[in-house]
């Protein structure tokens, strides 16, 4: 049984990522787009605390809300006036879009619907379930080497980020 | 009244389907990629989710989604550079107006 502060909490931050998302990718201005956006990876930052995974939540928080969001306005604002007119953003193949996005949505919902194994622990009893993570804890997966740790991903992410930015700047500077 | 998995499912799913719209309808560069930006965070949300409800002893999922999330900073950073670039060259970021190549 579930507490009624926790029910509260789902509907309404279900609502507003369904809401958003649904703007996000139906609204005509491209600066409002992304604003939509970022109420869609708050809401998911919500879910992220109500499930127990702090730490997740505050890397979303501060990746994608803060830095990708920042990205995203800035390349608005180098590419877009930010006048009424020449902001808007058209749609085309509206009927393609529908039917991919209808179809995969009722499948996959059909799918959700008759896998009994979805309906079967409460979000109270899986908290209790699982100790709660701490620091020491996500510190020993990233820098670990045994098994269920992750040091080898973690340094071929680094060189990720030192190539994504060599290669952003690379791709962006003027001849 | 309990929270169960499919609880957290639905919205994901809604969040897919949106960002699948968006991927196909959309002209403008940027709106794609925030499309993009949609359907990766229904997957992560997908992966924490499971974790939660089906393991709760392993902490698996959240190490996946904050490596998704990683990647995706990475993968938008260079993006919008090409993005920019594309604006340089031809001065807007519709895709019906891209068809030409250098040569």
């Known amino acids: 049984m579930d507490s009624v502060g926790n029910i509260i909490v789902y509907f309404v931050v279900a609502i507003v990522m369904v809401v958003f998302s649904f703007k996000a990718v139906t609204t005509g201005k491209i600066l409002r787009a992304a604003t939509y956006l970022l109420f869609v990876l708050l809401g998911t930052a919500v879910f992220y605390f109500q499930l127990g995974y702090q730490f997740l939540g505050a890397v979303q928080i501060a990746v994608y809300a803060g830095g990708i969001m920042v990205l995203f306005v800035f390349a608005i604002l180098l590419t877009h006036r930010p006048d009424d007119s020449s902001g808007r953003i058209g749609s085309h193949r509206r009927q393609i879009g529908l039917t991919l996005s209808g179809v995969s949505a009722v499948l996959l919902l059909l799918a959700l619907f008759y896998m009994p194994v979805l309906n079967g622990v409460s979000l109270a009893e899986s908290l209790q379930a699982g100790n709660e993570i701490t620091m020491h804890e996500i510190g020993e997966v990233f820098t670990g080497s045994g098994r269920f740790q992750y040091l080898l991903p973690f340094e071929a992410i680094s060189v990720l980020l030192l190539a994504c930015i060599i290669g952003g700047v690379t791709v962006a500077r003027k001849n | ?103």
């Open chain 2, 1 to 103: 009244m309990d929270l169960s998995m499919l609880w957290y499912l639905v919205p994901s799913v809604v969040m897919l389907a949106c960002g699948i719209y968006g991927f196909v309808t959309r002209k403008n560069l940027i709106a794609i990629l925030i499309s993009l930006e949609l359907m990766l965070n229904s997957a992560d949300l997908n992966f924490i989710v499971f974790n939660r409800f089906l393991f709760p002893g392993s902490m698996d999922g959240m190490v996946f989604t904050l490596f998704a999330i990683a990647i995706a900073a990475a993968e938008t950073a260079i993006a919008i550079a090409l993005i920019i670039n594309i604006y340089r060259a031809i001065g807007n970021t519709d895709i019906t107006e891209i068809n030409k190549m250098k040569f």
